[in-house]
């Protein structure tokens, strides 16, 4: 425990040292977002590359704060089932192992209404259920990483009235009707 709280430190003094090196770069370009920072961030400590996104985002467009409580909620309920088929696996290979042991009697209540090819099934059933859920927490904190570096990409994405794209409805003396599509460059 003692070891993760040291490399969390380190993580952070080196997000703040290198956020200090960063200041200085302003002056020759205000418009820069690091998208090595935020995939870093978010690889090291959940949703934090979101935040660092969050926070160089423009003020009317900060949109991705909101994110954090659903990656921590998502990466909660992958552990929580990993840890839950995790503890049935062993539980359910003790009990077969004790029945084993002790002529087919069964020593956990949890399990007595099944017999030894019963505990074998639900054991089997437990570990891929188990699998998936090592899956899903691998997916899930992947897809948080990939979110954080594709939405740095888009903190300095000019989206002005400049640059529009327009359907309209479009009739020609109440007899042809269309849509009428505008692209506008400039």
Not at 23 to 43: Q, Y
Not at 158 to 170: H, Q, Y
């Amino acid at each position: 425990m003692k070891r993760y709280l040291g490399l969390l430190i380190l993580a952070f003094l080196f997000a703040f040292t290198s956020k200090a090196q960063d200041s200085l770069k302003v002056e020759k370009c205000d418009t820069c977002h690091s998208v090595r920072k935020a995939t870093l961030f978010s690889a090291v400590i959940p949703g934090s590359g979101q935040i660092y996104n969050h926070l160089a985002q423009p003020k009317g467009q900060k949109k991705a704060y909101w994110k954090v409580p659903l990656i921590y909620a998502a990466l909660g309920g992958a552990s929580y089932f990993l840890i839950t088929n995790q503890r049935d696996v062993i539980s359910l290979r003790k009990e077969y192992r004790d029945r084993e042991e002790n002529g087919g009697i069964a020593v956990n209540e949890d399990w007595s209404a099944y017999d030894s090819q019963g505990l074998l099934t639900l054991e089997n059933q437990n570990a891929g259920f188990r699998d998936f859920s090592i899956l899903g927490l691998v997916l899930i904190y992947g897809l948080q990483v990939a979110d954080a570096a594709v939405e740095a990409h888009f903190v300095s994405f000019d989206v002005s009235e400049d640059l529009s794209f327009r359907i309209k409805p479009w009739s020609y003396q109440s007899s042809h009707v269309g849509l009428s599509l505008s692209l506008n460059f400039r």
